[in-house]
């Protein structure tokens, strides 16, 4: 192992602790209505837990509403009870083929609860990006101490995945920031 397999390793890395952290702030719901607040719902899919979007057709009815059109009649009552079992408090009401899922609007407090929330995933991102760091950084140490490097490659190598890691905290805190003021915004 080199010093620049150490340092492509851990970029790679860090630039899947940040997609995680866009993934997850994704779920993180706004005032509007996406598709991607049920992503993480599962559906008893004949005796196996599905996601939703393997059962249904989703789509955004208007700016508050979702619509879950389920590829299966009979999966209807399913999804719907997945829906409301589910921890993001929503009440989706059948109409006919398809079932309506209003997203209400976000009181203060939930407001700053969501934040809250952001804060906290952005704070894991960043732990994990730190992470990282080290495992790099005595990884380093290791081709040193078997002479596979010198301390000035080393101390080099070092330099360039702090720098590395820098960049990455700051796109988490600027990632973090957009999702706060997306929930803030009434």
Excluded: W
Aim: glycine content about 6%; overall charge neutral; aromatic content about 2%.
């Amino acid at each position: 192992m080199s010093t620049a397999d150490i340092k492509k390793n851990a970029q790679d890395k860090m630039g899947k602790s940040l997609e995680t952290l866009k993934a997850d702030l994704a779920k993180v719901r706004t005032g509007r209505a996406h598709v991607g607040i049920l992503d993480h719902v599962m559906v008893d899919y004949y005796g196996n837990p599905t996601p939703i979007n393997q059962v249904a057709n989703l789509t955004l009815v208007d700016a508050r509403t979702i619509g879950v059109a389920p590829f299966e009649k009979k999966m209807g009552a399913v999804i719907e009870k997945a829906i409301r079992d589910s921890d993001l408090g929503l009440n989706p009401a059948s109409q006919g083929d398809l079932i309506r899922v209003p997203t209400p609007p976000l009181n203060e407090e939930r407001r700053k609860e969501m934040v809250k929330l952001c804060k906290g995933e952005g704070e894991d991102a960043k732990v994990a990006i730190r992470n990282i760091r080290r495992d790099a950084n005595e990884g380093l140490k290791k081709l040193v101490k078997d002479k596979a490097i010198s301390e000035d490659e080393e101390r080099r190598a070092v330099d360039e995945i702090q720098k590395l890691t820098d960049k990455f905290i700051a796109d988490i805190d600027k990632t973090v920031a957009e999702k706060e003021k997306e929930v803030l915004t009434v």
